[in-house]
Nanobody, 127 residues
Framework: QVQLVESGGGLVQAGGSLRLSCAAS????????VGWFRQAPGKEREFVAVLSWNGARALHAESVQGRFTISRDNIKPTIFLQMNNLNPDDTAVYYCAAEKEWNTILNMRFQHSYSYWGQGTQVTVSS
C-alpha cells in the first residue's frame, strides 16, 4: 500500500508559478511511477505528467510542455510539479497517482494504469 498526499495548491494570477508536492508513504521501497492528473469543473480528468521512481524517465502532456516540470526529491519520496506561466485554463484540482513500474511509461498517461491516488489540491489561476 502507498499513501499519497498533495500540497502546494492555491490562488495565483495568470503568468505566475506554483510548485505542487506529492508526498508518498507506505511501501516506498518499491519502484513506482508517479503521475500528475488534473480535473477542471465539468471536464474529465486529464494527464499532466509522469515520472519514473529514479527520475530517469519523464513524460509531460503537450498542453503543459515547456511550462510544467515533474521532478523528485533526491532523498525523500516526494514528487514535485513545478508550474510556470500559469493561465486560467490550468485551473483544476490536481491529483497525484502512483503505480508500480511494471508498465511502459507511455501507458502511464491513462488513469486506469494507477492503483493509488491522493485526495487532490486545488489550483486556481485568475486572469
Amino acid at each position: 500500500q502507498v499513501q499519497l498526499v498533495e500540497s502546494g495548491g492555491g490562488l495565483v494570477q495568470a503568468g505566475g508559478s506554483l510548485r505542487l508536492s506529492c508526498a508518498a508513504s507506505g511501501r516506498t521501497s518499491d519502484n513506482f511511477y508517479v503521475g500528475w492528473f488534473r480535473q477542471a469543473p465539468g471536464k474529465e480528468r486529464e494527464f499532466v505528467a509522469v515520472l519514473s521512481w529514479n527520475g530517469a524517465r519523464a513524460l509531460h502532456a503537450e498542453s503543459v510542455q515547456g511550462r510544467f516540470t515533474i521532478s523528485r526529491d533526491n532523498i525523500k519520496p516526494t514528487i514535485f510539479l513545478q508550474m510556470n506561466n500559469l493561465n486560467p485554463d490550468d485551473t483544476a484540482v490536481y491529483y497525484c497517482a502512483a503505480e508500480k513500474e511494471w508498465n511502459t511509461i507511455l501507458n502511464m498517461r491513462f488513469q486506469h494504469s494507477y492503483s493509488y491516488w491522493g485526495q487532490g489540491t486545488q489550483v486556481t489561476v485568475s486572469s
